[in-house]
């Protein structure tokens, strides 16, 4: 026992360095840990998250949606190469100065206009062939990203049920296997102080209630652990 009081010792002490480093805190700062708190109930409701919800939150199909925006304005802009191109110029100038080198209020204007079809058939198709090769590559992206999504609801699904076993399978220990451990050990421990009980026996109840104790703090452990999955899987701010 004094062997699996240093190991766990050496876990927390640990764990605290590793949370004091990730919020830019001294290593070495006391950490206190509030055990009142039942952050299992700190949960809303998993599965009413949808793909909409998943479309704005998950990074990683925001980043496919922009990249289909991207390639939407390219498409639009390949297409209007296809097209004739018109422009204008106007501009004007005033003349200082006339032949004779006297100052004069005259003014020069122009105008310049440009147009710019693509007559060659070559330009044409392959402004075409370059639309239709962007229309593939967003179906792609498309697919991928319903994929993404498809799986990531899956993947939230699945662990939002083992959430929820685990969490009623930690109720059930807190609500009646601890208890029921507790009482024998206390029934052990008030026979032995009446001459009617054996240490052995005493001290086997103490330590089935010490494993029952760390069972559930280890399963409490894992549904953190799983709650932590859920919050990255649902980039839950």
Known sequence: LHSM??????????????MNALMNRPVDAPLQVD??????????NILAIDSAYLMTHRSDIRRSSDELHSMKLKQQMTLEMGKPVFGIMWDNMR???TASGNNTAMYMFSAMAMISVPIAPWFSRGYKSGSR?????????EKMQQGRLHQALGSI???WLKFQSLKKELQ????????????TYQASLDAFSENTGSIYETLTAWDDLTMKEMEYYDKLGDLL?????LETETEHE
Do not use: C, W
């Not at 009142?36 to 949960?43: G, S, V």
């Open 35 to 44: 055990t009142t708190a039942d952050f299992a109930l700190q949960t809303g």
């Open 172 to 183: 059930i220990f807190k609500a009646e296997v601890i208890p029921f451990y507790a009482k």
């Open 225 to 229: 652990d799983i709650k932590v999955l």
């Open 5 to 18: 009081s240093i190991n766990l010792t050496s876990v927390i002490d640990q764990s605290a360095a590793a």
């Open 133 to 141: 090769s962007l229309d593939f590559k967003m179906q792609a992206v």
């Open 157 to 159: 699904r699945e662990d």
């Open 95 to 97: 003349m200082p100065f």
